[in-house]
T-cell receptor
Framework: GDSVTQMEGPVTLSEEAFLTINCTYT??????LFWYVQYPGEGLQLLLK?????DKGSNKGFEATYRKETTSFHLEKGSVQVSDSAVYFC???????????FGKGTMLLVSP | DSGVTQTPKHLITATGQRVTLRCSPR?????VYWYQQSLDQGLQFLIQ???????AKGNILERFSAQQFPDLHSELNLSSLELGDSALYFC????????????FGNGTRLTVT
């Protein structure tokens, strides 16, 4: 079946540091890939998405590129802020389906 | 604001009891999904409805059931509750088209004592 593997957290960074959160996937079809973010006490919000190989999703300074050859969708940001502290989830929807499969989430803690 | 509304925000109940969680999807969305989030299991897909019909089933226990009504709101019923059912229950909605992104509500935190 489909699965998503994320690096375990927490990831602890200082403000303005570079962020990478690794995500790899396995899927039977040709999936669309997503990053969701969950701030404390809130639901998940869609951060960015990519629907085909080599697509780059971007939003709020975050980027991720759909790499079919390495089955990866790593999340990056050049300069994190304290307000980016949250849990980040990588997810996929496999072709022919409409339900999301999530990774376990990676907590990001950014200190001033 | 995602546009998905879940009620109640918090529920505290005892083992063996039954509760109902409610979800109103975003305007225009036809599909509703239920997810359970716990510390040890992460986010687990429970069930999906599309325009009133069940479309996909995940790791939903037999003690749990759901439905989507003609006005597209959905309810998740949890019965014979156990301590292990304590979790955050999220509802999400989407257009229901293939690869449509899901939009999540803020969840209902269920505590079973």
């Amino acid at each position: 079946g489909d699965s998503v593997t994320q690096m375990e957290g927490p990831v602890t960074l200082s403000e303005e540091a570079f962020l990478t959160i690794n995500c790899t996937y396995t899927a039977t079809g040709y999936p669309s890939l997503f990053w969701y973010v969950q701030y404390p006490g809130e639901g998940l919000q869609l951060l960015l998405k990519a629907t085909k190989a080599d697509d780059k999703g971007s939003n709020k300074g975050f980027e991720a590129t759909y790499r079919k050859e390495t089955t990866s969708f790593h999340l990056e940001k050049g300069s994190v802020q304290v307000s980016d502290s949250a849990v980040y989830f990588c997810a996929l929807i496999d072709s022919g389906y409409s339900t999301l499969t999530f990774g376990k989430g990676t907590m990001l803690l950014v200190s001033p | 604001d995602s546009g998905v509304t879940q009620t109640p925000k918090h529920l505290i109940t005892a083992t063996g009891q039954r509760v109902t969680l409610r979800c109103s999807p975003r305007s225009g969305d036809l599909s509703v999904y239920w997810y359970q989030q716990s510390l040890d299991q992460g986010l687990q897909f429970l069930i999906q409805y599309y325009n009133g019909e069940e479309r996909a089933k995940g790791n939903i226990l037999e003690r749990f059931s759901a439905q989507q009504f003609p006005d597209l709101h959905s309810e998740l019923n949890l019965s014979s509750l156990e301590l292990g059912d304590s979790a955050l229950y999220f509802c999400a909605s989407s257009l229901g088209l293939l690869n449509s992104p899901l939009h999540f509500g803020n969840g209902t935190r269920l505590t079973v004592t």
